[in-house]
């Protein structure tokens, strides 16, 4: 009767406050901000082609820049004009053709000069892959490629963007919102009536953490529907796994608001230090702009101290991959994201006293 009654001043402090909304508004606004707006991949790059061959080889590889979607081409004559463009910023890429090109091309000792704007390396690089690969397409006799992508054939940004969003909104979201219902207790002075009360210390917590979670739970199937039928992120895999990782995500994300409320004093310090603590590790761990599996040294290893990076191989998995529960990896990391909650959740506990400190 005790966590029921305060379970129903939860929720009523939640209305009365409009808090309620925040947190459907934020998880739901952060999927469409960032799954919207982060884009991985390189359209109109400003280009200029210098052809000092003038071969119909050398125009017929310049058209098919003119033609691709990826390529906004002007020629030039002068290649001195050409590179102050490109030292000013006001061009991304050079491609240059030498005399005799196609000649050498025969001979297999051609070579084509291209110069790209390297101010933001992941940018550069991709502009590097598209100069190269519109080269390499032209000359099948030289170089055969053969290659495919898989779990994203379109190469969609909405694709391997929105399911990692999906797990830093579930991170960030609850553990503000279960660290303000604690700490706004010390804040306003009542948690006095904690202390004195007969309510122990289990029943406080599950009245506190209750909240988060299923005002959060209902937030899974809201982030899913969004992914699914706004951005249009395909759904190979298993829902119920899903489900289940998510809850226990879940209890992470309120274990580490439970952690915060202990050290903090008030509510501006506990939402400060959460986002600090869930925004950074979160979006650099996610997955979202390099994979775990191409860090090194340090990054890696840290990596591996963040729920991010389970929750999202398995939400990766789920939504892409579809190997579901018959994958022992994505059983193994289930089982650390529940050992990783419940170890929050017992510490949090104990560092919380029923009494001033």
């Known amino acids: 009767m005790r966590v029921k009654a305060y379970l129903k001043k939860e929720f009523i402090d939640l209305v009365r406050t409009k808090m309620i909304f925040l947190v459907y508004i934020f998880p739901s606004l952060v999927l469409l901000l960032f799954g919207g707006g982060i884009k991985l ?27 691709s979607k990826y390529f906004d081409v002007e020629f030039l004559n002068n290649e001195k004009e050409a590179f102050k463009l490109l030292k000013n910023g006001k061009k991304d ?23 790209v704007d390297g101010a933001f390396p992941f940018r550069g690089l991709m502009i590097e892959n598209y100069a190269k690969g519109v080269f390499l397409s032209l000359v099948p006799n030289k170089i055969k ?46 948690i006095f009536n904690f202390y004195s009360s007969k309510v122990s210390k289990t029943s406080f ?4 953490l209750l909240p988060p979670f299923l005002l959060h739970f209902v937030n899974v199937f809201i982030l899913f529907l969004i992914a699914v039928y706004i951005f249009e992120v395909p759904f190979r895999g298993s829902f119920l796994l899903y489900v289940i ?16 409320s202990v ?10 230090l959460t986002i600090l603590i869930t925004l950074i590790p979160g979006f650099l761990y996610s997955g979202i702009i390099m994979p775990i599996s191409s860090m090194s040294g340090e990054a890696y290893i840290e990596a591996h101290f963040f729920p991010v990076m389970y929750y999202n191989h398995l ?43």
């Open 263 to 272: 050290i903090t004093s008030t509510q501006i310090s506990a939402l400060i």
């Open 205 to 208: 917590i599950i009245a506190k």
């Open 245 to 260: 990782a998510s809850i226990f995500y879940l209890i992470v994300s309120i274990g580490i608001g439970l952690l915060v």
């Open 145 to 190: 490629l053969d290659y495919r992508f898989l779990y994203n054939p379109s190469l969609r940004d909405e694709n391997s963007i929105v399911p990692g969003v999906i797990g830093l909104a579930l991170l960030i979201a609850p553990a503000i919102l279960a660290a303000l219902l604690i700490v706004k207790e010390k804040e306003n002075g009542t």
């Open 315 to 357: 939400i990766y998995d789920a939504f892409l991959g579809g190997v579901g529960f018959n994958s022992t990896l994505n059983l193994k990391y289930l089982l650390i994201l529940f050992l990783y909650g419940v170890l929050l959740i017992l510490i949090g506990s104990w560092l919380l006293r029923k009494g001033e400190r």
């Open 41 to 67: 991949s390189v359209n109109h790059i400003s280009t200029i082609i210098v052809d000092y061959d003038n071969s119909k080889i050398s125009n017929d590889i310049a058209q098919k820049y003119v033609a």
């Open 93 to 115: 890429l050079l491609i240059i053709f030498p005399q005799n090109f196609s000649k050498n091309l025969i001979k297999d000792k051609a070579e084509i000069g291209i110069f």
